[in-house]
């Protein structure tokens, strides 16, 4: 299972905080520089936590403004009291959401948000402070209330639940950089199967190798050591692949197999329809740019020059992931294109046939996404998605329903062309219904991802 580790920004007043023990709060720094900084020194995710619950739009806005301009997820805690808190933050683009205190005065909010958003979208964040040596309980009202509650027995029954993962504070090392408290850990992510986060006492490279060697949890949280430059992710993770420990690393210069003049083939393909856009050539300099810049940098052959996609013409690639291949000799680049990626002004360099495809189908659904979406915005006199929008969402989910049982009907009458013709009409108009209830396919494909893929890897592990 691939460990990873997550940088966390508590908020107040629209800054960036950290205190110890839950206690004496200094200021940090901005939330948006600071989590351009962490993305780009390597980390997995981002955990930010609103630690007054007072100013929730000024909250929202931060949360909206880092998601709108990092790529990896981000998970939202702290003041997050009813259905509709946990509605608004991941409106805002947050990932996940963590609840603490709501969830121990209602358990029930757990159960319901689940059913209502999906597990792998509820977490519980579990403040545990301990009461003699085998004994945790949690706590609430930032560390100060003992709510009475076993804190393992509680992460059995947040499990039951619904809720998708853990996250474990450690009242007692919080801030204090003398090592995760292991006992706590290791007892909770024993009792439980979905992943649990340790949170609280990381103060070097090897506290974060001593929780991921001898308990089961599946990230490292932490804030201090990361925000005053004590510690570099990057270089947190490649200490930690030293000891096998497996973690995702970006950069991964010296696993490349660079050829006789130093240069590796670079497959460039678009993050969201899979359409391969160009073939390019990296050099170690256009390759550390990439990373560092998150755009697509390559070097020309003919020219033999450094040169940044898009300098010129406006057509950058933000870089969404970079995956070397079983060799280590060729790179996959998957971006979000800001135009064509051909000098010809095409969307794709390949484009001249030799073998003719059947059909050029292999991104339909987002062509019919994009229309829906513009018949939303600007809706079309005579077409019928505009019919269905202005009829409502009743209408939609009745069609879906309709759509769903003809389904059904084709299937037990083995009628292979009916099967592709309601299965098609069943897919559009949910479609439809993602669009009016704000659910993107990526959203899709993460469950997706999450329920199939990831799990997979772990059994596999």
Request: include cysteine; aromatic fraction near 6%; proline fraction near 3%.
């Amino acid at each position: 299972m691939i460990k990873q580790i997550i940088p966390c920004l508590d908020i107040r007043d629209g800054r960036v905080v950290k205190g110890k023990k839950f206690k004496d709060i200094q200021d940090v720094a901005d939330p948006l520089a600071l989590a351009k900084k962490y993305e780009d020194e390597g980390a997995d995710a981002l955990f930010v936590l609103d630690i007054t619950g007072e100013d929730r739009p000024k909250f929202l806005n931060i949360i909206n403004e880092i998601t709108s301009n990092l790529s990896i997820p981000v998970t939202a805690g702290g003041g997050i009291r009813t259905l509709k808190d946990i509605d608004d933050v991941i409106d805002s683009g947050a990932k996940k959401v963590s609840i603490t205190s709501a969830a121990v005065a209602d358990p029930d909010l757990l159960k319901r948000a689940a059913e209502k958003h999906g597990s792998e979208k509820i977490g519980l964040s579990i403040d545990a402070g301990r009461i003699d040596e085998n004994t945790w309980h949690a706590f609430t009202q930032g560390g100060k209330h003992d709510t009475g509650l076993n804190a393992i027995e509680w992460a059995i029954k947040g499990q039951a639940l619904g809720v998708g993962e853990i996250l474990l504070n450690s009242i007692d090392t919080d801030g204090v950089k003398d090592g995760f408290q292991i006992e706590l850990n290791k007892a909770i992510s024993d009792a439980v199967s979905i992943p649990v986060i340790a949170s609280g006492g990381a103060g070097t490279l090897e506290d974060f190798r001593e929780v991921f060697s001898k308990t089961n949890v599946a990230s490292a949280l932490a804030a201090s050591v990361f925000h005053y430059n004590e510690i570099n992710i990057n270089e947190l993770k490649t200490y930690l692949a030293k000891y096998d420990i497996p973690v995702r690393s970006f950069n991964m210069l010296e696993d490349i197999q660079f050829d006789s003049q130093g240069l590796v083939p670079a497959i460039v393909q678009d993050a969201t329809t899979a359409k391969v856009l160009m073939l390019a050539y990296m050099n170690k300099e256009a390759y550390e740019k990439t990373l560092e810049t998150k755009e697509t940098w390559f070097y020309s052959r003919s020219r033999q020059e450094l040169w940044h996609k898009g300098a010129t013409s406006g057509n950058k690639q933000t870089v969404v992931s970079m995956t070397l291949d079983c060799d280590g000799d060729t790179l996959l680049v998957k971006v979000l294109p800001h135009g064509p990626a051909c000098h010809t002004g095409k969307e794709s360099c390949f484009f001249t046939p030799i073998i003719e495809p059947k059909k050029d189908s292999h991104d339909v659904i987002h062509r019919i996404i994009d229309t829906i979406e513009h018949r939303r915005k600007f809706p079309e006199e005579g077409a019928y998605t505009t019919y269905l929008f202005n009829e409502g969402i009743d209408k939609v989910l009745k069609k879906v329903g309709e759509e769903a049982s003809e389904v059904i009907i084709g299937a037990k009458n083995n009628d292979r062309d009916e099967i592709k013709w309601e299965v098609a009409d069943l897919v559009y108009h949910t479609l439809v219904l993602l669009n009016m209830t704000n659910v993107s396919l990526d959203d899709i494909k993460d469950v997706l991802y999450e329920r199939h893929i990831e799990k997979k890897d772990d059994q596999n592990e």
